[in-house]
Each structure stands twice: as C-alpha cells, then as structure tokens.
C-alpha cells in the first residue's frame, strides 16, 4: 500500500485551522518541517502540495467568503515549501502542483529537473489545467477557457517537457578533469518544437533528470481528464463517495492506460481518505462531531464553489443542486451529486457536509480504519491512498502513531525505506529517453481519429 499526504501550503481544509489542535503556523518554515518529519518517520511514499493561482470568487462574484472563512486562501507557493521540506528529509517524495495553463514548459522542465537533482530523484509534478475563472483573470483572460482547449494545451504542455528532460542524454556528462572534457556535445540536442502552443528550441540547460522524468501526477475525472492521465500520469489522484464508484474508476482508468499501449501495472491509484482515528468507534465519531461543529454552511459552500467553478448563490439555496454542464473540479462534482441526491440534501446542507466531508469513510479505530483500507485494496479501487488531515500537523500525526502501525501489523506497509527516488518507493520503473514519443503520438492518433 502506498500512503501520500495532501497537505495546503495554507489553511487545512475548510476549517482545518479552527481546530483546537491545529497548528497556526503556516507561514513558517518550521510548520513544513516538522509535517515532513512526521510524514519520513511513517515512510510515506511522497507529501503533496496542490495549489491555484487566485483567492477564489466563485461564492457571489466576491473574494469575501474565501478570506472571511479561510477557504482556498491564503495559498503559499508550493514549490518552495516542497524545498523546505526536501532539505530536512532524506528518502520522502515531494510533489507540488503547477498549472500548464499559466506557467512555460521550459521554465517548468529546468525548475523540476533541478529538484530532481537536488533531492537525488524525490521530485514530482502534479499536472493541472487551472479550474477557476479567478486563475484566468490573473493572467489577461475573462474566463478560463473551455476544457478541451486546456488539455489541448496540456498535451502539447507534457510533451515539450518530456522532450526537454530527454534533451540530454544519461551519458551527456564525461567532466574528465585530465582531458578537459565536460561533457558530449553529441549527446545533447535541441528539441527544436514548434507546435499550436509553443515554440521551444531546447536543449534544456539542465542534464537528464535521475528518475528520467520526474512522476507526474494527474487528477482528472472527466474523460478529457482521464485520457490525458492514461496517457502521461504515473500517479492518479482522486476523489470518490463510495466504494462501488471509486471500483469502476479504477477499472476504466487501467483499461484507458492499456489502451494506450502503457503496462496499467505502472500507473498508481490514489483515492482520497481523511482518516479520523479515535480509541473506538465511539471516540473516532465524537472528534469528527466536535470537528462538524465547527464548520458554518456558508463556509463549506465557498470551498465548494471554488471546487466546481459555479456560483452557487444562482440557485435556490434551500433547494436541490441541478445537473450542471460546466464544472470546474469533475471529481469533486460527481461525487457531491453521488452523496446529495443519495441523501436528498439541499445546496445549503450539502455546505455543512462538504465543509467537513471524510473521503473513504474513514472515521474509526486504527482496526477500522485499516480494514477499510484493506477492503478498498481488495477490491482493486486502490493502490494506497492520499491522506487527507482534518488539521495538521496533528491528524498526520495521529494517523503514524495510531493507523501505521496496524498496517505494518497486516504487512501492508513498509517498515523502512528501500530505494531512495520516488519511483523506487511507488514501483515505478525509469523512464527509457524518447517514451514521450508514443504518448505524444498516441495523442496525435487520437485526434485525428
């Protein structure tokens, strides 16, 4: 089983920050510190940071719901938080989002090689195409634009970078101080890319990365989304409200992979779980009650607006969410509909649950929660999970104090680290230079037909 944590370079959650054992220190680098050393002393496979790149209007046209609760913002640069946290570690796997919207690839390419180098292959991207209209107009744009507009540009986006890490070869490097010799000019080229989005001369001013290419991470739901993680993801991250849901995802996603001439047994899938762990059930359900009552609607619906993109505030609070075309977040959406029509819930209910929601129904016992686990593997709806904090840095805590044991009990997680890059700990094989060729390709078959 692999286990990542999902962590804001900000506020935890929706109202993670209210909770009388949260820590407040966000904007310190001691706060990622001690989070990464709890995280490497459990033997996490990787931290993950997700990001966005404007404080949310989605609640009312307004950024006041997001400030007022905390919900999306503040939202540190996830890219220097996973540096903090890389240099006080020594085997665990850091991933930070970056968007292929509002960033370049070869800016994109040298900032990852170099954190690939510099923690000896622990670096991973997780791959977003933006999802609010608040990103858009940061940078020059009304709107965001339409879906498949951005994963056209994410496509082109994955394989100029893959092209650039490629540039150099394993070999280019001699630095033969007798002869003179640095390195080979014959074995780095230009990638000489002009394309619908880019145009990029390459080399990279960076040698071949130690994992080959860093893992990518995807979290995509929507069949765009999908296509696009059976293509370039190594890592799936996602979102499910029930077992039976998260059983056919995994099943359509490994068919989509093999599809696409990749081996599905190199592509992890990573639900979420917000795990809250108590003495017994009793216990595990009155700390997840206390955390409830922190949590206004008004709240719970900001974080979810900012979620799917969508005004909420255009309907009948008191009434039914409707089918809505356009969304920002696909996963989320689908399973906010899965729960509020299961339990007939109005917009305004659905605000408390979504503002303190326990992905995995994961709320229990260590025993319980492992059995869910083990359940959930069993079922081939996982290959581990991304834990999810109610608060940190205690709830991660909690989890390796309480949780990992019970799962080294089964045998189901390591005891100590054996390989020292990412895709050791996921195993994951290296990529051979050129693998992007085929999945570029692929992209370009698919086009056309």
Request: one cysteine or more.
């Given at each position: 089983m692999h286990l990542a944590a999902f962590l804001n370079a900000g506020p935890q959650g929706t109202v993670g920050w209210r909770h009388p054992d949260a820590g407040d220190g966000f904007l310190d680098a001691d706060h990622y510190v001690r989070i990464a050393r709890v995280l490497e002393d459990a033997c996490f496979d990787l931290a993950f940071v997700p990001d966005s790149l404007a404080v949310p209007r989605s609640l009312g046209d307004t950024f006041d719901p997001a400030v007022r609760w905390g919900t999306g913002t503040p939202r540190l640069d996830p890219l220097p938080v996973i540096t903090v946290m890389a240099a006080v570690t020594r085997h665990l796997g850091l991933a930070a989002t970056v968007s292929t919207g509002y960033h370049e690839p070869y800016n994109l390419a040298?900032?990852?090689?170099?954190?690939?180098?510099?923690?000896?292959?622990?670096?991973?991207?997780?791959?977003?195409?933006?999802?609010?209209?608040?990103?858009?107009?940061?940078?020059?744009?009304?709107?965001?634009?339409?879906?498949?507009?951005?994963?056209?540009?994410?496509?082109?986006?994955?394989?100029?970078?893959?092209?650039?890490?490629d540039s150099w070869s394993d070999d280019a490097l001699i630095r033969d101080k007798q002869s003179g010799t640095?390195?080979?000019?014959?074995?780095?080229?230009?990638?000489?890319?002009?394309?619908?989005?880019?145009?990029?001369?390459?080399?990279l001013g960076v040698p071949r990365p130690p994992q080959g290419y860093p893992v990518v991470i995807q979290a995509g739901a929507s069949p765009s989304g999908r296509d696009f993680a059976a293509r370039w993801a190594d890592v799936i991250?996602?979102?499910?409200?029930?077992?039976?849901?998260?059983?056919?995802?995994?099943?359509?996603?490994?068919?989509?992979?093999?599809?696409r001439g990749r081996d599905p047994e190199q592509v992890r899938i990573?639900?979420?779980?917000?795990?809250?762990?108590?003495?017994?059930?009793?216990?595990?359900?009155?700390?997840?009650?206390?955390?409830?009552?922190?949590?206004?609607?008004?709240?719970?619906?900001?974080r979810m607006a900012y979620h799917v993109n969508v005004d909420l505030t255009a309907y009948d609070l008191d009434g039914p969410l409707p089918e809505l075309e356009?969304?920002?977040?696909?996963?989320?959406?689908?399973?906010?509909?899965?729960?509020?029509?299961?339990?007939?819930?109005?917009?305004?209910?659905i605000g408390k649950w979504y503002g303190a929601r326990t992905e995995g129904n994961m709320v229990g016992s260590p025993t319980e929660i492992a059995d869910t686990m083990e359940r959930w593997l069993d079922a081939g709806a996982a290959d581990g999970f991304m834990i999810q904090a109610t608060h940190v840095p205690a709830a991660f805590q909690d989890f390796a104090d309480e949780v990992v044991p019970e799962l080294r009990r089964r045998g189901l997680v390591r005891t100590s680290y054996s390989g020292t890059t990412l895709r050791d700990h996921l195993g994951l094989r290296r990529p051979e230079p050129g693998e992007w060729r085929a999945r570029a390709e692929s992209t370009r078959a698919e086009a056309l037909s």
């Open positions: 040298r900032t990852f090689a170099t954190l690939d180098h510099l923690t000896g292959g622990r670096a991973g991207w997780n791959v977003v195409t933006s999802f609010q209209d608040a990103e858009a107009q940061n940078f020059g744009q009304d709107a965001l634009p339409g879906r498949a507009a951005r994963y056209d540009r994410a496509e082109e986006f994955l394989e100029v970078t893959t092209r650039l890490w640095f390195g080979r000019p014959d074995e780095v080229s230009a990638i000489d890319h002009d394309g619908a989005h880019f145009r990029v001369r390459g080399p991250f996602c979102s499910h409200e029930s077992l039976e849901s998260a059983v056919d995802f995994a099943r359509d996603i490994r068919a989509r992979v093999a599809a990573l639900p979420a779980a917000t795990t809250v762990v108590g003495s017994n059930a009793d216990d595990a359900r009155r700390r997840h009650e206390e955390f409830v009552d922190l949590v206004a609607p008004e709240a719970g619906l900001s356009e969304v920002g977040v696909e996963g989320h959406y689908r399973e906010i509909l899965e729960f509020a029509r299961r339990e007939k819930l109005t917009i305004r209910e």
